[in-house]
């Protein structure tokens, strides 16, 4: 294929480096230098989608982010591909492999084409909130119709397999964009010793001077940039950043930049090397320097492939030596783009006419054209366009002064591209992100950044200043300023770089052209090419009383596309204020959020995946438990053992067992993710008696005591046991859920409530490893692992422990029992942990000790009707609804935390709903948890639900079924009977009981 | 993302270092067992939840491990002032 629009000469392509891609299956060529919409259209590619509503073909009309149509799907293989990449900002390389992404069953030959009127009856605007409206079924027809013919690109089904990283950033200085103002801001903030950061969206730095053929301080404007980015570059002070796109600034002056760092190099990161990279940067001080986009102005069949921004071909024209057609027409409200007609005739191309909506300009410019030839239409625009899949020709009529009407003949024209220029619009999105609301300037016809709170200066034409030589010298200026508000000294009258002003007439406010028949029945006049949205589609969300521009917004999707309205924003307000007889400021304003352009989910995430994307915590036993078959639970970051399966044995096989073992024999359970926190101070027992609701001041050393920890409004939230390791040291247990709430709760009553209290807080949880042994050979299985400690059952009692060593390393034993058998938790430094263990199996082996791991835990205790909190409790429950009343202190001077909570009329009613246990009629059922209790199970639905199971299991040792749960008034009504009819339609009858099941008098732990 | 002063570090971390804790100088009554209902449910319940100046009470979670307070404008969401526990602001409108 030979590269048909490529000019013989000029641009900023290496012309020695041929590159071949491709593009929907097709092999073209481009050179090093091209993006891929440069290199596309140099081999005349004029489909490069399908529009999302009425499925017309669509062509590249911009150079740069604000491209809506060139959005296309990437990557060579499945693993890389890259949906919604604008064509006008990917680099070409050797090998890139492209599809357009919109059209079905291809962007060029579209089946949906042939259908597309009837796709725009069905898809009026307020589609969506129309179809919402009606039945579920109908939407289910129309989503399958919308997907199949429309989608913007698709995921990847296999693991991106490049490398993505984060990098934090300190700046004095941030420049957001390398065009003419921020290079001058760069170079005065870096000659002040500032830190400067300057980022830019572009391959290489200097904005519009890349494709300009202006001159500054006498030479080239490329060459100026040249000098000025080696100047940069001496600094080390100076960190630039190309092929980054400043995407959002967040409060206090954060940014996140997204770097490409190897996109333009190959499909797949080169080795060794990072993908994309999101750089989170903290500045004093941020000047932004991010340009304008240039509008397109709203006509009839405006749409058509060959039908472009005009500043747009002159880039392709300039920069990449590309002529994007033959013959040109251009319709501009403004002198400047007069320079894309000159650009236009310089490469040799034939300049049909410019028609200028004014009816008298006088600018430079004008006389350049005028001399070198070119045809001035002016009073008039261009109110149609013919062709469908590229430009034929236009239709050209005068129009009257204000641009309201089309007032005299049509002529056609005919020439194969329309380029078209409505003004300059300000990049203020950044300017947006932190709720800055933009303030509307007739001068500018556009909106300039509003007041905001950040450290942040504006230079260039995003303040509406479109002349090269004001934006040097405010870059100049700003670049100073922001470099001493940062406290480094600098001049801020330094004198800028020189370029010269061109004299230019007064642009016209026109944003949509007229036709000779009125906007609803004119041909089609284009606001948002990615979402379709028309002129008409706008003036019939005001007829339909839409009248903030928000609400137009979200009514005809304007905006919404992964544009984000760059191009059509502002003439889509225009249109709805002219509607609506109010100005553009009266409607409402425009706000952007981040981020400015799509980002990949990889730099998002970057590092953060898959091992690295959550920590996991293992206990010092965990290799053993890996070795001995469990199955893992996660409990928050802890990868806990759930049950240990033998060969052949199913879940419930294996916890029959391990249930069994420990009853009958002994059993060894992992505790170590117990949260425990070291408390220390001569107020220890004063401040344990105020978070608790049990009484502490007698605790001896030596002993144990299990606490029940309640909120304000007196609702239990917290558990476990604490022991008294000395006068003024205490080890507070929690539930392995809970550590880290528990221990900023005590931290926040300390600091905030009782400062005056002596003591200090420290998580051990980690230090410590547990070893729960449980079972009646307990005894007799520790008395093998010490020497030192007097296992007695008179010495060492229920709730008492004891310090010396297990296995011959230092250990706490803590005879306390969570399964109602005889119990010992050994606490050894967490790295003997496994030692310990394996020492208790060495010797445990005659015992039969079994490992058991949490679903055991939990049905050796509800056997025993002990709570875990955060299942049994939600939250909404005090200790008395709990039956835990034993557990609150009467009589503590302190009015401790969740005493007057629970003195709440609320909680002392009568009727709540209480802790019960449940047997269950068929003893084998096994109630499922969250099951709602019914008083009469024959009540029509909606039935009156009088509670819900929290804790169900089938218990091997006695025969039947176990479980707690929350039933009205429950405490009250001992021996009645519930029902929990189930989802598939069956009923379980259970008696309401005790939730002790077995061993209620404590005989088990007491031998 | 905040770039928070603390006042026991004395220096500004990242919000990531950081958890808000609700309305500051929500001083718990002195004699719980003599407030009404109404008492104990406006001091466990009922905030403020202001439009522009609030202060609001923070704490180094990822730090110093110390609570703190900060006079923030819940618009803006510029921080005007961070100061320790036990203090009053400077900034109240
Ligand atoms: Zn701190």
Avoid at chain 1, 469 to 490: H, P, S, Y
Avoid at chain 1, 845 to 872: C, S, V, W
Avoid at chain 2, 11 to 34: K, M, Q, T, V, Y
Wanted: with cysteine; proline share 5%.
């Amino acid at each position: 294929m030979t590269q048909q629009n490529r000019l013989q000469s000029g641009g900023r392509i290496q012309r020695n480096k041929a590159l071949s891609f491709s593009y929907n299956g097709k092999t073209f060529k481009g050179f090093e230098g091209d993006t891929l919409a440069s290199a596309m259209l140099a081999n005349g590619i004029d489909v490069v989608g399908r529009s999302f509503k009425y499925s017309r073909p669509r062509g590249i009309v911009a150079a740069g982010p604000e491209e809506p149509n060139a959005v296309l799907q990437l990557g060579a293989t499945e693993a890389t591909q890259v949906p919604n990449v604008r064509a006008t900002q990917q680099e070409l390389f050797d090998g890139l492999v492209s599809n357009a992404t919109n059209g079905w069953p291809n962007a060029d030959m579209d089946l949906m084409g042939y259908v597309g009127k009837m796709g725009g009856r069905m898809m009026p605007p307020g589609f969506y909130y129309k179809t919402f409206m009606y039945p579920q079924s109908l939407w289910d027809t129309y989503e399958s119709f919308i997907r199949k013919a429309a989608g913007l690109g698709r995921s990847p089904l296999e693991n991106d397999p490049d490398t993505y990283d984060h990098l934090n950033q300190h700046a004095d200085v941030m420049i957001v964009g390398a065009g003419p103002a921020g290079l001058s801001a760069a170079l005065q903030a870096a000659r002040s010793g500032a830190r400067v950061l300057i980022a830019d969206e572009q391959s290489e730095f200097g904005g519009s001077l890349l494709h300009s053929n202006e001159q500054i301080d006498g030479k080239p404007a490329a060459q100026w940039v040249a000098e000025t980015v080696a100047e940069l570059s001496s600094f080390n002070n100076v960190i630039m950043l190309p092929r980054s796109t400043v995407n959002g600034y967040h409060d206090h002056n954060f940014l996140t930049i997204h770097q490409r760092c190897t996109d333009h190099i190959s499909d797949r990161a080169p080795e060794g090397q990072v993908r994309q990279r999101l750089h989170r940067v903290r500045a004093k001080w941020v000047v932004l320097a991010s340009g304008a986009h240039e509008r397109p102005l709203v006509f009839g069949h405006n749409d058509v492939p060959g039908v472009m921004v005009a500043s747009a071909v002159s880039i392709y024209v300039n920069r990449y030596a590309v002529a994007p057609g033959k013959e040109l027409v251009l319709m501009t409200t403004n002198d400047g783009a007069y320079q894309t007609a000159l650009d236009w005739a310089n490469a040799g191309r034939k300049v049909i006419a410019i028609v200028d909506t004014r009816a008298n300009p006088q600018g430079e410019l004008i006389e350049k054209a005028r001399t070198a030839g070119l045809k001035v239409i002016t009073g008039s625009a261009v109110i149609d366009v013919q062709g469908s899949k590229r430009v034929t020709g236009v239709s050209v009529a005068p129009i009257d002064a204000d641009g309201g009407r089309v007032t005299g003949s049509i002529d056609r024209l005919s020439c194969d591209t329309v380029a078209s220029s409505g003004g300059w619009s300000p990049v203020i999105h950044l300017s947006c992100h932190t709720g800055s609301r933009p303030v509307w300037n007739d001068d500018v016809i556009g909106f300039l950044p509003g007041e905001t709170v950040q450290r942040q200066l504006t230079a260039g034409s995003i303040n509406g200043e479109f002349n090269l030589k004001g934006c040097l010298e405010q870059g100049t200026r700003m670049g100073a300023q922001a470099a001493v508000n940062a406290g480094f000294e600098a001049n801020v009258d330094a004198p800028a770089a020189t370029a010269a002003v061109i004299a230019q007439g007064p642009a016209m406010a026109l944003f949509h052209i007229p036709h000779n028949k009125p906007t609803s029945r004119a041909p089609k006049q284009f606001v948002d090419f990615q979402n379709d949205v028309t002129a008409a589609g706008i003036e019939l969300a005001t007829r339909e009383g839409f009248e903030s521009i928000e609400h137009v917004k979200r009514y005809t999707a304007m905006g919404f596309g992964t544009d984000q309205g760059k191009l059509g924003n502002i003439n889509g307000m225009a249109i709805a204020a002219k509607s609506l007889n109010k100005t553009i400021p009266e409607t409402g304003t425009t706000i952007f959020r981040p981020n400015y352009t799509p980002i990949t989910f990889g730099a998002i995430a970057g590092r953060h995946c898959g091992e690295l994307f959550d920590p996991k915590r293992y206990s010092s036993m965990h290799k053993w438990h890996v070795e001995n078959g469990a199955k893992f639970e996660d409990v928050g970051q802890w990868k806990r053992p759930w049950y240990f399966p033998q060969a052949g044995e199913s879940m419930q096989d294996a916890l029959n067992r391990e249930c069994l073992a420990t009853r009958e024999s002994v059993g060894i359970l992992d505790a170590s993710t117990l949260g425990k926190i070291d408390i220390q101070g001569k107020d220890c027992r004063e401040f344990l008696a105020r978070v608790y609701t049990n009484a502490w001041a007698k605790l001896p050393v030596g002993k144990c005591r299990y606490g029940l920890m309640c909120g304000e409004d007196g609702m239990v939230f917290d558990d476990g046991v604490t022991s008294c390791l000395g006068e003024n040291h205490f080890l507070m247990t929690t539930t392995t859920g809970g550590a880290a709430r528990v221990l900023t709760w005590l931290e926040l009553y300390h600091q905030t409530e009782w400062p005056e209290l002596e003591v200090y807080f420290n998580t051990v949880t980690d230090q410590w490893s547990t070893l729960t042994v449980s079972g009646p050979n307990s005894r007799k299985l520790l008395a093998e692992l010490t020497d030192d400690i007097d296992l007695d059952r008179d010495n060492f009692k229920f709730m008492d422990w004891r310090e010396g060593t297990m296995a011959g390393v230092p250990a706490r034993v803590f005879r306390i029992s969570f399964t109602g058998e005889l119990s010992y938790e050994i606490n050894v430094q967490a790295n003997y942990g496994l030692h310990v263990w394996e020492k208790l199996f060495e010797a445990g082996a005659k015992y039969n000790l079994t490992p058991y791991g949490t679903e055991t835990m939990h049905i050796l205790r509800a056997e025993k009707g002990f709570i875990i909190a955060g299942q049994d409790t939600d939250g909404s429950v005090h200790p008395y609804d709990l039956g835990m009343g034993w557990c609150v202190a009467q009589k503590k001077p302190f009015s401790y935390i969740g005493k007057r909570g629970m003195a709440r009329e609320d909680c002392v009613r009568d009727n709540r709903k209480q802790l019960v246990g449940l047997k269950t009629k068929d003893p084998q059922a096994v109630i499922p948890e969250g099951a709602q209790a019914v008083k009469d199970p024959n009540q029509p639905i909606p039935m009156t639900m009088l509670g819900h199971v929290t804790s169900s299991y089938y218990s091997a040792f006695l025969g039947h079924s176990v479980a707690m749960g929350f039933v009205r008034d429950g405490l009250s009504r001992m021996g009645e009977t519930v029902y929990y009819p189930l989802a598939d339609g069956s009923v379980i009858e259970a008696e309401i009981c005790s939730p002790i099941f077995l061993d209620p008098k404590g005989e088990r732990q007491n031998v | 993302m905040f770039d928070i002063y603390c006042p026991h570090c004395q220096e500004h971390r990242e919000e990531e270092e950081f958890h808000a804790s609700g309305e500051a100088h929500i001083a718990r009554p002195l004699d719980p067992d003599n407030c009404t209902d109404k008492e104990w449910a406006e001091y466990i319940y009922f905030r403020k939840n202001p439009r522009g100046i609030h202060h609001e009470l923070w704490v180094h979670a990822a730090g110093c491990r110390k609570f703190f307070n900060i006079t923030r404008d819940t618009q803006t969401y510029e921080i005007k002032e961070t100061y320790k526990v036990g203090q009053q602001p400077t900034v109240t409108e």
